[in-house]
């Protein structure tokens, strides 16, 4: 006895993507996507008499405002402040993440570095407040033992602004570089040495191009933050240390110019943006350099 023929119904296939997709749309768009719309319109509006802005009347008098010299002096120093404190911030991440990647206590030192995180960020502003004050401990530290009379003024300048920016987003640095060089190959080193390399040039020649990757993913994380930094600067920095994060708030609430803060907003999101750009870029082309390499030595095998 044969068995029945078994029919096959062509049952309509249903693309779960866009329900899938959904929440994460409507996360972006309402909290990121609306905002920067709303900011891009107010910096083409009036300000109001009392502030706000005047609805239905689209100037380019904000961005007029820009063009004030005090104002290139401040974005300037913001720049150069970003980049000085991102600077020091990988060249001390690289030994750190190194060092975690050839420990045998990886955990360990990586319960290090996210404690930090445990804290409130303005409590360790605070705390470096009481390290760097007049009566603080440093300053008590090195009268004690002899070396100054008086105090110093560690306190209220640029470089105690560098230092705790540079404190502050220091992890941020070290766990993108130590997840990317703990999935190098150490042996790479070990044959450069091999022929004839220094330390030095094995560490630049060999494993720094391997990391890139890493790299990139530290600078983006701390220069984009650093630049838009404004607690930092008002607690621990003076005058000379005004940053495009302080212009705003104090736009928006002693000057209440809605209109000019949201084009300062603006030029901010510019410079990262195009930053952002250059690092996927450079990241595009080094993937692409590496594909060309396997694929070259694939045709060689």
Do not use: H
């Not at 760097?132 to 070396?147: A, K, V």
């Not at 999935?183 to 990391?211: C, H, M, W, Y």
């Amino acid at each position: 006895m044969s068995a029945a023929p078994v029919r096959r119904t062509n049952l309509p296939v249903r693309n779960f993507g866009p329900m899938y997709t959904a929440p994460m749309t409507i996360w972006f768009t309402v909290f990121f996507l609306a905002p920067l719309l709303i900011i891009v319109l107010y910096s083409f509006l009036r300000k109001g008499l009392y502030g706000g802005v005047e609805m239905g009347d689209f100037t380019l008098e904000a961005y007029r405002n820009l063009s004030n010299p005090s104002f290139t002096i401040i974005t300037l120093r913001t720049l150069a402040t970003a980049l000085i404190a991102t600077f020091i911030t990988i060249f001390i991440a690289l030994p750190c993440g190194y060092f975690m990647a050839r420990s045998r206590n990886q955990t360990f030192l990586l319960l290090l570095i996210i404690i930090p995180f445990w804290t409130n960020f303005l409590i360790r502003v605070f705390a470096w407040m009481n390290i760097l004050g007049n009566n603080g401990f440093l300053n008590d530290l090195l009268i004690r033992i002899g070396l100054i009379d008086s105090y110093i003024n560690f306190l209220y300048n640029q470089g105690s602004v560098v230092l705790v920016l540079v404190y502050m987003y220091l992890p941020y640095a070290i766990l993108p570089l130590f997840a990317t060089i703990d999935k190098f190959d150490f042996s790479l080193l070990e044959a450069a040495r091999d022929l004839g390399a220094t330390k030095v040039q094995s560490i630049f020649r060999v494993l720094l191009p391997n990391i890139r990757s890493g790299l990139y993913t530290a600078v983006l994380f701390t220069f984009i933050p650093i630049f838009g930094a404004y607690a930092v600067p008002l607690l621990v920095g003076g005058k000379d240390s005004y940053m495009l994060g302080n212009v705003i708030a104090d736009q928006l609430t002693k000057a209440r110019n809605w209109p000019l803060a949201s084009a300062i907003s603006m030029v901010l999101t510019v410079i990262t943006t195009a930053g952002v750009l250059v690092m996927m870029n450079l990241q595009r082309k080094d993937a692409s350099s590496r594909i060309a390499v396997r694929k070259n030595k694939g045709g060689d095998n």
